[in-house]
């Protein structure tokens, strides 16, 4: 059996993998492709960290950075204007809440944990920022590695994979690894990044084989909710996209995954339950 690293180091406390997580997305971004622009202003801001609470998110993922296809760098300064005001007010209602921070930047990331927030999520893996890597190794957060082949503004023009794209993928991660391991960081999660220069045949092969990449020994994130291998697969929209979303979390908590990453929050939490029920009654 392989060994897996199940515990984070998030400000102090310890969030257990053992059993699968949810982490709730609030986009801050006016353009994101589901949500953009529904979270202006503090009162609707709390009000939704608090349902998403409720309903079982266990990490709040905040995002000042749209990093849909075509999607374009904002400027440093209106980045952390969206970003560093929401960690403050959320941590201020929620002091214990886990939050995770969605950015490209290191500056980003440096301010945000100086808040309280406890980790980086990086859809980049530091390709964008030169220094995100040595800068996530100083403050001593976890980070997520996610794999995306070019950047959000030219990503999903005809992608290709001259080879296998989970082995492509797979490569990718444990060279990144090797480079977050040799600055110390310590706590490490991996994404594949479904839908990040990748066609639908790309994401569902990556989906299939999912479980393949616990032979890197860290915990495994994915974010599937209401994406285009979804959406335009089925021929639906963004909106209409929970059923499939539902679906595809199940896969994905079959294949091993250890957080859902999710606009969604009790919808993952109720597949995870029933995936955990099934799980227990084949031992019967």
């Known amino acids: 059996m392989l060994y897996q690293h199940t515990t984070l180091n998030c400000q102090g406390q310890l969030l257990d993998l053992a059993r699968p997580k ?3 997305i609030l986009n801050l971004t006016p353009d994101s492709f589901f949500d953009g622009g529904r979270y202006e202003g503090e009162k609707a801001l709390l009000t939704q960290v608090e349902k998403m609470l409720s309903e079982g ?3 709040i993922d905040i995002g000042g950075m749209s990093s849909r296809p075509g999607a374009k760098i904002i400027p440093l300064r209106e980045e952390l204007n969206r970003v560093l005001p929401a960690v403050k007010t959320i941590l201020k209602e929620h002091p214990k ?3 995770s921070i969605d950015t490209v930047r290191s500056e980003v990331a440096r301010q945000t944990i100086g808040e309280g927030a406890a980790i ?7 390709t964008i920022d030169e220094e995100m890597f040595k800068t996530v190794g100083d403050i001593n957060c976890p980070y997520i590695l996610m794999h995306m082949q070019g950047i959000p503004e030219d990503m999903q023009n005809s992608p290709d994979y001259s080879g296998h794209v989970v082995t492509t993928v797979m490569d990718f991660l444990i060279e990144k ?5 040799a600055l110390n960081v310590k706590d490490i999660l991996i994404d594949p990044g479904f839908g990040f220069g990748k066609t639908i045949d790309h994401n569902y092969e990556l989906l299939k084989n999912l479980s393949s990449f616990r032979i890197l020994e860290v915990p495994i994130l994915v974010g599937l909710s209401r994406k285009s291998m979804i959406h335009k697969f089925l021929g639906v929209t963004p909106e209409t996209a929970l059923n499939g979303t539902t679906a595809l979390h199940f896969a994905a908590l079959e294949n091993k995954a250890k957080i859902l990453r999710v606009h ?3 919808e993952a939490k109720q597949a995870v339950m029933l995936w955990e029920k099934l799980k227990d009654t084949r031992m019967i």
């Open 264 to 266: 969604d929050v009790l």
């Open 22 to 24: 949810i982490m709730g």
């Open 57 to 59: 998110a266990d990490i």
């Open 97 to 99: 809440v886990i939050i």
């Open 120 to 126: 980086i999520n990086d859809i980049s893996a530091g």
């Open 177 to 181: 690894m090797g480079q977050l391991r």
